[in-house]
């Protein structure tokens, strides 16, 4: 027996702890993660001082902290803040520190703050309520230098009422649901769904070495043994951890035909899971699954390239802290890892700005004067500054686009994405931009090149060529596996020959993203169809997909066989459990309740709409589901006052006044119906559909109004179908003066679009008319 197998041995004796390979350094190791234990940070710093030196004081180590003289930044020095003429005032008591500040009742109340939130450019303060709830208070320390405009307190959710998701003390600035998994090491959530309230734990307070590392009992005892037995396992750092955080690429070397270096092999690592579990835009699903060595999508549903999120170019547009936006990156394919520019334990650039992006674009093609045509060493000529632009998010926190996208102003002429030419260049137009980089990169293979963006736009807009344009994005290979999801999620409603078809590849594909995807983008089809469609996927090895399908396909219970049923089961207590871990949260009961309505447990269904109410009394759906369910039983009047409930609980919502319009038009009361319908659409403002159905509403009562309302709907969503609704409404309604010039207009916009014979078509409609 070797020495190493003596040790290994002695430590499973000594620490009751399972077997693992001493030998394997090129990859991962594995080891049970049951049998291993959290042992804290300060286990590491006698072996690790320079990483612990490294990690002091970042954005790691200050994730969070107990508010003492140490981590709490801001002017708690009996200074008073007046927000919306209001006092706000900041003291302490002894080593405490407190605020007054306005409490969802209204009134001003004394909270006691009990923890620091982040470090720099601002830090939140957060308090501790009795039923367990951390809630992040609506001021923040902006933690800036005074030249640039910082050491001051400010509002960072100026708009918010008590009836918003974002107010303080909602759901929305809840530590233990939104916060707590990624500030924290070893967290569990520990919510009661019972009693509704909170116990949650951590080994830290902060992000310790082991929230990346792992749990470090077994490298801790080995580490111990090597030390008695005169030895050193500085060459094997990782043994007695479950995962490997190198990074994937050892060697970058020159292959011709390419002005990069490119990888030499690409190895496995789990460094790339290990930071996506917390810089990503993403549900998380459970505590338990091992999102590391298994599929992330064990353990969290990551956000796709959707609309919220994302521009139709896949830029960022709301916070999604990284992994959505590095997805969709060529150096995502090729082995790129977040050590390659960034050191792991202060989370800053390992090497200055500049040269980072130089450890592989190094051909002369790179040099200012030949790639940015802008001044060396200027802000204009940093590779940061045209292929990572900048979104500033909490009012002063700028934050990098990760996907390195080339700018492409000629996209941005016809689908109105931004572009970092013109963001710079204000006074300049997307056409001169497109002009000048044509004359920089005339032989540059990106301009006029075919792109996705151009699908997801004509999606948005219900182009008639939208289907089939996602249809082929989704199976176009050399788009990134997130892109493709994208596409096929975007395809739901669409029941077309291609659609079928990239449907049909995608349910066997290897990438979880793109099964994933095929579940929304399958939503078009009937039952027996759908059915088929996504059998196979109700047996997935991962859960985000066995159970999103599970989830999509009990809404058709009532026409399952006992075969399909049986099948069904099994993953949809996956789906269920998924809820239940989210029952803190008005998605996750309502999700439960919708599937005890499609059971046919009714009284269940009822029970969980009205709990998802109560704990989160402004999130729409519930209301909405609910209503839904009356009507389903024939009880329209139970079914409006749900409505009218959450309209007066969440009055900035545009759904339930929409729906609320709806139920009128089923009754027959079109005075109600356009009533709730212009609420709903004057509310939502950008939303065509809504503008849409109160144009159609409008017509027997005042066809100008509802020329109007059409045209709103063609305005903000650019689809040709609505303006067409619009001249048809008219040439219905024709008649000489206001209208008869209203149609005449109409078909002018119209003829831009639409044949000759069309127009002639809607030129018969008056003649019959009369």
């Known amino acids: 027996m070797t020495q190493w197998a003596s040790w290994k041995q002695a430590v499973i004796g000594l620490a009751a702890l399972v077997s693992f390979s001493l030998f394997a350094q090129e990859t991962p190791q594995s080891t049970e993660s049951s049998t291993l234990t959290y042992v804290g940070s300060k286990a590491c710093v006698d072996c690790h001082q320079k990483e612990t030196k490294a990690w002091q004081g970042s954005h790691h180590d200050m994730a969070m902290r107990y508010a003492d003289a140490q981590s709490v930044l801001g002017d708690f020095n009996e200074h008073t803040f007046t927000f919306d003429r209001k006092p706000n005032r900041f003291y302490r008591k002894g080593d405490e520190y407190w605020v007054n500040i306005q409490g969802p009742d209204g009134e001003w109340h004394d909270y006691k703050i009990s923890y620091t939130f982040g470090w720099e450019p601002l830090q939140q303060y957060m308090v501790e309520f009795e039923d367990g709830r951390v809630q992040l208070i609506p001021f923040a320390w902006d933690s800036r230098n005074k030249e640039e405009g910082g050491q001051r307190w400010f509002h960072l959710y100026p708009d918010t009422t008590p009836q918003d998701e974002f107010y303080w003390a909602n759901t929305g600035q809840n530590w233990n649901f939104m916060c707590a998994d990624c500030h924290s090491t070893n967290l569990e959530k520990n919510y009661d769904a019972q009693t509704n309230t909170y116990s949650t734990t951590w080994s830290e307070i902060n992000v310790g070495c082991e929230a990346c590392h792992g749990p470090a009992s077994e490298h801790v005892a080995l580490a111990k043994l090597a030390e008695q037995s005169g030895k050193s396992i500085a060459s094997a750092n990782h043994y007695g951890f479950d995962r490997g955080l190198g990074t994937a690429v050892k060697e970058w070397v020159y292959k011709e035909g390419h002005n990069t270096l490119q990888p030499k092999e690409i190895a496995i690592t789990h460094q790339v899971n290990t930071c ?141 994405t931004p572009n970092v030419c013109t963001s710079c260049h204000e006074d300049e137009t997307n056409q001169w931009a497109s002009q000048k980089l044509s004359e920089w990169f005339p032989n540059s293979n990106y301009r006029n090149q075919q792109h996705f963006s151009v699908a997801f736009y004509a999606d948005s807009i219900g182009h008639r060529g939208a289907p089939d344009a996602l249809a082929y994005s989704a199976q176009d290979v050399s788009l990134s596996d997130i892109i493709r999801a994208s596409a096929l999620e975007r395809m739901g409603g669409n029941i077309g020959k291609n659609t079928l078809v990239a449907l049909a590849r995608a349910v066997k594909h290897e990438n979880d993203m793109i099964r994933l995807g095929a579940i929304e983008g399958s939503s078009g089809y009937e039952f027996s169809d759908r059915w088929q469609i996504l059998e196979s996927l109700l047996y997935d090895p991962v859960l985000s997909v066995r159970a999103e399908t599970a989830g999509a396909l009990v809404r058709h219970y009532s026409e399952m066989n006992p075969l399909q049923r049986d099948k069904l089961r099994e993953p949809l207590e996956d789906y269920i459990e998924i809820q239940r871990f989210n029952a803190d949260r008005g998605f996750g009961r309502t999700n439960l309740a919708n599937v005890y309505r499609d059971l046919g447990e009714i009284d269940k269904a009822i029970m969980s709409y009205r709990k998802a109410i109560e704990i989160e009394p402004y999130f729409e759906n519930s209301y909405a589901n609910l209503a839904d369910l009356y009507r389903a039983q024939g009880n329209d009047k139970k079914a409006l006052e749900t409505l009218m409930t959450g309209m007066e609980a969440q009055p900035k919502s545009s759904a339930l006044p929409y729906s609320a319009g709806l139920a009128w038009l089923r009754i027959g009361d079109g005075v109600q119906a356009n009533q709730y319908l212009k609420q709903a659409a004057e509310t939502a403002q950008e939303n065509p559909q809504y503008w849409y159905v109160y144009g159609l509403a409008l017509e027997k009562s005042d066809a100008l109004a509802a020329s109007k309302a059409l045209n709103t709907a063609y305005r903000v969503g650019g689809n040709p179908q609505h303006l067409y609704a619009e001249c048809e409404v008219l040439a219905r309604n024709y008649k000489q003066g206001s209208i008869a010039f209203a149609f005449e207009q109409c078909t002018k916009q119209l003829s831009e679009f639409a044949p000759p014979e069309v127009i002639e078509q809607l030129r018969a409609v008056i003649t019959n008319a009369r």
């Open 276 to 416: 996506a579990q917390c810089h990503s835009r993403r549900t998380q699903l459970n505590e338990t699954a091992d999102h590391i060595k298994g599929s992330f999508f064990d353990k969290y549903r990551l956000s796709l390239i959707t609309p919220e999120l994302y521009h139709h170019d896949g830029q960022i547009y709301d916070e999604d802290y990284v992994f959505g936006s590095f997805l969709q990156s060529s150096m995502a394919k090729k082995g790129v890892t977040c050590t390659n520019c960034h050191e792991p334990h202060t989370a800053e650039l390992k090497i200055p700005e500049e040269a980072v992006c130089l450890q592989c674009h190094i051909g002369p093609e790179y040099m200012p004067e030949n790639h940015t045509f802008h001044e060396a060493n200027t802000e204009a000529s940093k590779c940061t500054t045209c292929h990572m632009p900048e979104t500033t998010y909490m009012q002063v926190d700028p934050r990098r686009d990760h996907s390195w996208h080339v700018p492409r102003p000629d996209l941005s002429q016809h689908i109105n």
